[in-house]
């Protein structure tokens, strides 16, 4: 039968495929669109299974809260190059997912992935454009913050993104809770406070200190104060509330927060980001 150029155009909104993968498999369907959608699914169960041990480092990595802030989403679409990252039908494709992971609010990857995107899950999307781009595409990260408000800062360039939950709603929470969340992209703390840092790391950072310590020429009686002061030190400079404020290096974040409501804190963070 003849396939017509709206026939084509048709199939290619429905898929994002190439106008000539389209037509060629709505020729092989005689014309039958929901059949040429199940070939280009075909075809991109092929191009993944030969691509399944590429290595996908690039992406677009994107961050969102839902409607009344209570929870908030990172993931990262990650694909095999930057050319493919850049593109954007790709970034399109990483918008589509998250406005559904938003809407669905999926608890795990898994979850994430049984959700319904365009009549198909996302797992079956990501195969389905796999195809189309010819590239292996996965889901690389996937995390979930709840609070009583979610804020989220996007880097330019989606290769880094935030969320950061804040202990109440106060009236200035989007404006504070974005701020801290560029704190988080700038400084990459390793916990909220102290009491997020595991006892394998502090034990580490004891003992650097103590060498660095001994090769000074120090005598063995002060090396557990000294390498107390280096170890708050430590704590100051990587856990996120003791850091300096990015936009006034005169206060704690801890102190910029108290400012905004009294005893207003960060009770959790993710940060997630493509080789950085």
Same mark, same amino acid.
């Given at each position: ?22 037509? @060629?498999?709505? /020729? +092989? ?6 059949? #040429?959608?199940?070939? &280009?699914?075909?075809? =991109?169960?092929? *191009? ?50 998250? @406005?559904?992971? /938003? +809407? ?6 898994? #979850?994430?992935?049984? &959700?319904?995107?365009? =009549?198909?899950? *996302? ?62 992209? #700038?400084?990459?703390? &390793? ?5 997020? *840092? ?79």
């Amino acid at each position: 039968m003849k396939i017509t150029a709206a026939d084509v155009n048709k199939l290619r909104k429905q898929t994002g495929a190439g106008m000539m993968d389209c037509k @060629n498999a709505l /020729v +092989e369907a005689e014309g039958n669109v929901e059949n #040429a959608v199940d070939i &280009l699914r075909k075809k =991109g169960q092929k *191009i993944a299974a030969k691509r399944a041990d590429r290595d996908a480092a690039e992406g677009c990595v994107l961050a969102q809260a839902n409607a009344d802030n209570s929870k908030g989403f990172i993931i990262s679409l990650n694909c095999e190059t930057d050319f493919v990252a850049k593109n954007d039908g790709f970034v399109t494709l990483a918008q589509e997912i998250m @406005n559904v992971v /938003v +809407e669905g609010a999926p608890s795990d990857l898994d #979850a994430l992935k049984a &959700l319904n995107i365009n =009549g198909m899950t *996302i797992g079956e999307k990501l195969i389905e454009q796999t195809g189309v781009i010819g590239e292996k595409l996965e889901i690389g990260s996937f995390e979930l913050v709840e609070a009583s408000f979610v804020a989220s800062y996007i880097h330019a360039g989606n290769r880094l993104a935030t969320i950061v939950g804040l202990s109440s709603n106060p009236a200035e929470a989007a404006v504070v809770g974005r701020d801290v969340a560029m704190q988080v992209a #700038a400084m990459n703390p &390793l916990a909220v406070s102290k009491d997020g *840092i595991d006892q394998a790391t502090i034990d580490r950072e004891i003992e650097v200190a103590k060498d660095q310590i001994r090769q000074e020429g120090k005598p063995e009686e002060m090396l557990e104060k000294i390498a107390m002061g280096k170890l708050n030190k430590f704590f100051k400079d990587n856990t996120l509330l003791p850091q300096a404020f990015i936009k006034d290096s005169k206060k704690s974040v801890a102190q910029y927060l108290d400012g905004a409501e009294k005893g207003l804190t960060v009770t959790v963070f993710k940060r997630v980001g493509l080789g950085v």
